[in-house]
């Protein structure tokens, strides 16, 4: 099972004036909360990579790991 994890840094983050991130992608992995970015749903992410394209900012970092069964 793929993993995927997704970071923001938040302080480079052009947040509400931006939205870039939450308007491209396709399963709505952020959200727009107050002025911040909000990672919702990583879970959902289907690299497509629209995000990194679209970042002005460059700040989004998305790790894709294989998640190592508890017991085989
Ligand atoms: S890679 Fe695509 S699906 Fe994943 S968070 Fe970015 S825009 Fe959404
Ligand atoms: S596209 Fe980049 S700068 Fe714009 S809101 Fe998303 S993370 Fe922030």
């Known amino acids: 099972m793929l993993l ?4 923001l840094d938040h302080e480079h983050c052009e947040g509400s004036k931006c939205g870039g991130c939450a308007y491209v992608c396709p399963t709505n992995v952020f959200s727009i909360k107050k002025d ?11 690299l497509c990579y ?13 790790k894709t790991h294989n998640a190592i069964p508890a017991y085989y």
């Open 36 to 46: 911040k970015i909000s990672i919702n749903s990583p879970q959902y992410c289907k």
């Open 4 to 7: 995927i994890d997704i970071a």
């Open 50 to 62: 629209n995000c990194l394209e679209i970042c002005p900012k460059a700040v989004i970092n998305i």
